[in-house]
Nanobody
């Protein structure tokens, strides 16, 4: 089983940037697809972005296309989410997840991190 730990969240003004990191341990990271999801209280956890094992296949939710970039460094067992032009509606707890294939379906991810809070002030 892979263990995931997110970091990099915080408070930022609208229009600002943050970079989230997710460090993986426990099994071969390079063979896993990775995803980022986010959740606000009272709502379902929603898909943000996903990347396949090599970094060559990327998926984004329409709400973040052109603003967020997912990437990975298999040598460091880490996946990143660069978030630019942040909006107040991006405020959420952000989670990384590991699975067999890159997908927006939560059920396809077997391992999850504990989450990191991102707050965007207006």
């Amino acid at each position: 089983q892979v263990q995931l730990v997110e970091s990099g969240g915080g408070l930022v003004q609208a229009g600002g940037s943050l970079r989230l990191s997710c460090a993986a341990s426990g099994r071969t990271f390079g063979g896993l697809a990775m995803g980022w999801f986010r959740q606000v209280p009272g709502k379902e956890r929603e898909f943000v972005a996903a990347v396949n094992w090599s970094g060559g296949i990327l998926y984004y939710d329409d709400s973040v296309k052109g603003r967020f970039t997912i990437s990975r460094d298999n040598a460091k067992n880490t996946v990143y989410l660069q978030m630019n032009s942040l909006k107040p509606e991006d405020t959420a707890v952000y989670y990384c997840a590991a699975g067999a294939t890159p997908t927006r379906m939560r059920s396809e991810y077997a391992a999850w991190g504990q989450g990191t809070q991102v707050t965007v002030s207006s």
